[in-house]
């Protein structure tokens, strides 16, 4: 297993994968992990926004789906948004339990994201204030915004996808991107002068 | 009017517009407007950047480091490995295990009582003194009154048959009765 994901394309071959999965065979799990392992943790990340739980939630959204392989219907849902509605679900539990609060922004915002070696020190300060304003709007909207602006964006979901996802209408998540956007304009803007458009401009 | 109208109707769905979301008889519509209204093209451009930008930046954030992964992995297997166990959260495990504590408390509390040889002051309700002198101050030589006899009908194939089935119950001597526990009159 690596941290590069590999490429496996098609429905049809993560269904054979799940197939060899449940007749036992490890390395089969072990490439279903490394196919989704990134996007999952980068869910789970983006959501919870603490990397000590977004372990912890990635951990249990595999365990959980690995043990309850053979409830997977692949005529109803595709393996990805299976997987996804499980973590989103996972991170609604951690969040319910932190009862994160929606205004305070402090002490979280460390920056996870490897920098390339070349960077130059301004650069790398630019891209930071960059992320950490990202980062300060996300936190600063309401779990069902942050979670429609995350599967959309960071993981590119159609709008019925993520309905599939966050188990509500089209319509309902065509909303919550709208509302997410008005958000993040206004969350970014009140950031002080700048914070949009270094974001925008970077 | 109809401007406005427009306007409204291209500000909520922009961001659909935007995100390539919309039939294509919204996004000729869209379009159209978005070409003749100012106002739509600004908040156009202004939603096409935004939306670029987290597409940008969003896949970017929380990206596993080196090794993270794999030590995950490791913990994952071992877990999957593992047979199906009850997992209790912390709320359930600090009122289980006060539950059980408590219960504990009770067995060691009871045991302890009854080796100790403490007996339980149970306090008995007074008898009702009515009671007490109805059966002291009846005349002894009262009878009770006899219950009448029970008519009983019973169906035969020539008709009915009453007769007196039941006899009188033999009710309690009560004139005999003496009670254990007379209550004790004031200043004795």
């Not at chain 1, 309401?142 to 599939?164: F, K, S």
Request: net charge neutral.
């Amino acid at each position: 297993m690596s941290d590069q994901q590999p490429i496996i394309n098609g429905m049809d071959e993560i269904n054979d994968l799940i197939q060899t999965c449940l007749t036992g065979d490890q390395t089969a799990y072990t490439a279903l992990y490394d196919q989704f392992a990134t996007g999952i943790y980068r869910l789970c990340y983006s959501l919870v926004l603490q990397r000590q739980d977004a372990e912890d939630v990635m951990q249990e959204t595999f365990v959980y789906a690995f043990k309850n392989l053979y409830r997977f219907d692949a005529n109803r849902a595709s393996f990805k948004t299976w997987l996804y509605t499980i973590a989103v679900s996972r991170c609604r539990n951690t969040y319910r339990r932190k009862r994160l609060p929606n205004i305070d922004f402090g002490q979280l915002f460390r920056l996870e994201i490897a920098a390339p070696r070349s960077e130059r020190p301004e650069a790398e300060l630019a891209r930071k204030a960059a992320e950490d304003a990202l980062r300060q709007a996300l936190y600063a909207l309401t779990p069902p915004l942050r979670e429609a602006v995350v599967l959309r964006y960071g993981h590119g979901l159609t709008y019925r996808e993520i309905a599939d996802v966050m188990g509500c209408p089209a319509k309902t998540a065509e909303s919550r991107i709208r509302l997410a956007h008005q958000h993040l304009k206004h969350i970014l803007q009140a950031h002080g002068q700048g914070l949009l458009e270094e974001l925008l401009s970077f | 009017m109809i401007k406005l109208l427009h306007i409204l109707y291209c500000k909520w769905h922009i961001t659909a517009y935007v995100n390539g979301e919309l039939s294509p008889i919204q996004r000729r519509r869209m379009a159209r407007y978005i070409e003749n209204y100012p106002e739509c093209y600004v908040e156009y451009r202004r939603q096409r950047d935004l939306s670029r930008e987290l597409a940008e930046r969003l896949p970017i954030l929380g990206a596993p480091q080196g090794g993270q992964l794999q030590r995950l992995w490791r913990l994952i297997e071992g877990d999957v490995a593992k047979p199906a166990t009850i997992i209790l959260s912390a709320s359930q495990m600090v009122v289980y295990s006060l539950s059980l504590t408590a219960l504990l408390w009770m067995v060691v509390l009871m045991t302890t009582l009854h080796n100790s040889g403490v007996t339980t002051l149970v306090i008995t309700p007074p008898t009702p003194d009515n009671a007490v002198l109805g059966v002291e101050t009846r005349d002894p030589n009262h009878t009770t009154p006899a219950i009448p006899p029970t008519f009983v009908a019973v169906a035969t194939s020539g008709g009915f048959e009453i007769s007196t089935a039941v006899s009188n119950a033999q009710l309690t001597d009560r004139d005999t009765y003496q009670n254990p526990y007379p209550t004790p009159k004031l200043g004795e």
